[in-house]
């Protein structure tokens, strides 16, 4: 059975790292990104599927909804997951497939997120 593929992004490494360790210990597939740029990069190089993108919001030169968008135009069918402590447009996400789980968040709500929306 494949594992189902989740692209990790966050400009703060622990936050990334902390995240990955806990999707993978629950089965996950994960790829790693460093910003919004980067992740672009890792996707087009990853010839699989992806199911679904956990993207922090604030990050430098592309914020998560840009990525978000941008991921959802290449990708049809991406499930986002958007980790934020403050969105400044939250009116942007209004009748979206954007998921956000508010910072701080624990390791079960995280779980938990991303279980509802596989």
Do not use: C, W
Request: glycine share 6%.
């Amino acid at each position: 059975m494949d594992s189902k593929v989740i692209l990790v992004v966050d400009d703060e490494e622990p936050v990334r790292l902390f995240v990955s360790t806990l999707l993978e210990r629950d089965g996950y597939a994960v790829l790693l990104a460093n910003d919004g740029e980067h992740a672009l990069e890792v996707s087009r190089r990853y010839a699989g599927d992806i199911q679904m993108l956990l993207t922090d919001y604030r990050m430098p030169q592309m914020d998560g909804l840009q990525l978000a968008a941008a991921l959802m135009d290449e990708r049809p069918g991406i499930r986002v997951i958007l980790m934020s402590g403050h969105l400044s447009r939250p009116e942007e996400l209004a009748g979206s497939a954007i998921t956000v789980l508010p910072k701080p968040f624990s390791i079960t709500q995280l779980l938990q997120a991303v279980k509802s929306m596989m």
